[in-house]
Nanobody, 125 residues
Framework: QLQLVESGGDLVQPGGSLELSCVAF????????IGWFRQASGNDREEVSC????????DIADSVKGRFSVFRDNAKKTVFLDMKNLKPEDTAVYYCAASSRKGCAGTTFSDYSYWGQGTRVTVSS
């Protein structure tokens, strides 16, 4: 069992930056790959990033590549999503999720078994 708690969401102006955190409680986080997803109002949930269980590999969605980065500290059981040059279209509720698949390649939405409650990011002037 794993519980995930996100934090760091806020109201930020376009061009601003935010860092989201996802803290894991329960099982050893090193047993899971961790994904960040976002869901804007009226849209499907979109995968933003994935980090492998080791923390040495990651994927970033093309829609945020060059602006978002992900890193994790397994010792602190925390995964971070660093977001720069934010745009209004980044406005969404951001969720972290855990999959028992250790790698990101081939991991699909249905592979993520544990989800956090989400943290809201609003990009607006």
């Amino acid at each position: 069992q794993l519980q995930l708690v996100e934090s760091g969401g806020d109201l930020v102006q376009p061009g601003g930056s935010l860092e989201l955190s996802c803290v894991a409680f329960g099982d050893n986080m090193e047993d899971y790959s961790i994904g960040w997803f976002r869901q804007a109002s009226g849209n499907d949930r979109e995968e933003v990033s994935c980090s492998t269980s080791s923390g040495f590999g990651f994927d970033i969605a093309d829609s945020v590549k060059g602006r978002f980065s992900v890193f994790r500290d397994n010792a602190k059981k925390t995964v971070f999503l660093d977001m720069k040059n934010l745009k209004p279209e980044d406005t969404a509720v951001y969720y972290c999720a855990a999959s028992s698949r250790k790698g990101c390649a081939g991991t699909t939405f249905s592979d993520y078994s544990y989800w956090g409650q989400g943290t809201r990011v609003t990009v607006s002037s």
